[in-house]
């Protein structure tokens, strides 16, 4: 076969020698440190979630003896940031589209920045409410803005990985909380709370300085008409100049711009006004679209009613349940159940663009049943025991770090990297806009009446409810969520509008693909 390949190629000359190396399997391509880089700087604004998160479980057990605060007022303060952050996820979308989205990362981290001044200054409850709002909107903005940048600078062989970075620092933003809790714990009351609130606005300001070296996403950039700087943007961020290429094409596409227009300055059509993109999107979708809202809105829904902010944000509650019963052992628990978070998550971001986005997501649900159901029963024991059972001790605390295991490997971040990637362009910040909506006032709602749950139906009913929640979502999970790994952002909106019948499409989709490659080499 060796010697008759120069013949067969009509080149004449001596048959090539094959080496050993030749023989050897292709080398996984390296990871693009570009996209890395503008990815994790991005992802970055996450770390302003996760530590308002953290920080406000045990925060709130000074506050409320420093300002006498009820039940209430601690459920509300604790959820509220929640509900305002819908006012910065309902801007971000515009403002995004309006100076960027680098500069939208840049206006959520000064927002944050504010808002956590007010509260470390706070003089009494209703000023905490203010930089609790003020901060809110950062958090709204972040929240949108990370996962969008992330997804349209990644290149598809990554995407999952890079796109995963949110999840990753809302992880490490939750466990820098928990550590701030119990290292200034020891302080007096009026000041250790103001400390741990406080003190975040430092990463802020590291993140305004580093966002200026990112580059503007190259979606953004044709969608201004600046070919030439996307062009630049999208040789950097992808795995070779073919991809960088093939980019291009499908957001010009998706754009309206024709193929043969090179310009590095080009006038983009006129696209659908805002009013006409929510239409689009809510009171005249196509079947496609249809279905892309309910996967990209369900996602963020089952993500929050499973109940992952109840045992982020109420783990010293839990625990004293459990029978850790002083403030020093609980806040100590609470930074096992953040670094467990942060371990996990690290695990799935090196799997996401290996395994794919279902069978991670799927086995990630099925573990959180099984932990949501064990932490029920053993709460359930240990209050109606009259004595200290220990093996439902066990079981609560066990079930407590497993639950925040699994939701970490698949859960958490392929709620963000799957909403991220499944939009078309032209309805991609307003449609993640909207899944962060509703991912905000699911989490304010399970944070504002946690406790008040418990009180109804006891807290192992509360994680019984959250068992049930989980195994609709499931099913919700395996029915209508194609498989997104792999395939461009252009390709994956192909893969909708069938509903319960995506299997077929797929298949049908992956011989389209094959017949092309085969024509494509025939023509070689």
Request: proline fraction near 4%; hydrophobic fraction near 50%.
């Amino acid at each position: 076969m060796a010697d008759r390949k120069p013949e067969e190629n009509g080149v004449s000359g001596k048959p090539k020698q094959l080496m050993i190396a030749d023989f050897d399997p292709p080398k996984p391509a390296k990871r693009n440190k570009y996209a890395f880089a503008c990815a994790m700087l991005a992802s970055m604004t996450s770390i302003l979630l996760g530590y308002d998160i953290g920080v406000m479980s045990g925060a709130k057990l000074y506050i409320k003896k420093d300002f006498n605060c009820t039940k209430t007022q601690i459920e509300i303060l604790v959820g509220i940031l929640n509900v305002y952050s819908l006012v910065g996820s309902a801007a971000a979308g515009k403002t995004s589209d309006w100076i960027g989205r680098r500069y939208t990362i840049v206006l959520a981290g000064a927002i944050f920045f504010v808002g956590a001044i007010l509260m470390g200054f706070a003089t009494n409850y209703a000023f905490l409410m203010v930089g609790r709002f003020v901060a809110g909107i950062g958090v709204g903005y972040a929240l949108m803005i990370a996962p969008v940048y992330t997804a349209e600078v990644s290149p598809a062989s990554a995407r999952g990985f890079l796109t995963s970075f949110p999840e990753v620092f809302i992880n490490a933003g939750i466990l820098l909380g928990y550590i701030s809790n119990y290292a200034f714990s020891k302080l007096p009351t009026n000041l250790g709370w103001r400390f741990m609130l406080g003190i975040g606005a430092i990463p802020s300001i590291f993140l305004a300085v580093g966002v200026l070296g990112m580059p503007e996403s190259p979606r953004w950039l044709v969608m201004q008409g600046r070919l030439g700087d996307a062009k630049v943007v999208l040789d950097k961020t992808s795995d070779s100049l073919e991809e960088s290429k093939l980019r291009l094409a499908d957001i010009k596409q998706a754009a309206g711009i024709p193929e043969d227009c090179n310009d590095d300055i080009v006038q983009v059509p006129k696209r659908s006004d805002e009013d006409a993109i929510w239409k689009e999107l809510l009171l005249h979708p196509t079947p496609t679209v249809r279905h892309i809202l309910i996967a990209g809105v369900g996602i963020h829904f089952f993500q929050q009613a499973s109940g992952i902010d109840a045992v982020v944000l109420y783990s010293p509650e839990i625990f004293k349940k459990a029978g850790i019963v002083k403030d020093t052992p609980q806040l100590l628990a609470t930074i096992a159940v953040g670094f467990v978070k942060t371990i996990f998550i690290l695990v799935a971001t090196f799997f996401l663009d290996k395994v794919g986005r279902r069978p991670l997501l799927l086995s990630s649900v099925g573990g959180m049943i099984v932990s949501l159901m064990g932490l029920g029963i053993g709460l359930t024991v240990i209050e109606h025991s009259d004595q200290k059972v220990m093996w439902a001790v066990a079981v609560s605390i066990a079930t407590v770090l497993s639950y925040v295991a699994f939701f970490s490997i698949g859960m958490g971040p392929i709620t963000w990297v799957y909403s991220s990637e499944i939009f078309p362009l032209r309805l991609r910040a307003q449609g993640c806009g909207i899944g962060v909506a509703m991912n905000r006032v699911v989490s304010g709602v399970i944070s504002m009446t946690f406790l008040s749950l418990t009180e109804a139906i006891t807290i192992g009913g509360a994680f019984f409810l959250f068992t049930g929640i989980a195994m609709v979502a499931f099913v919700f999970f395996f029915t209508l969520f194609p498989e997104t790994h792999g395939r461009n952002l252009e390709e994956v909106e192909q893969l909708f509008g069938t509903y319960f019948r995506w299997r077929s499409r797929a298949v049908e989709l992956k011989r389209k693909k094959e017949a092309e490659m085969g024509t494509k080499k025939a023509q070689e």
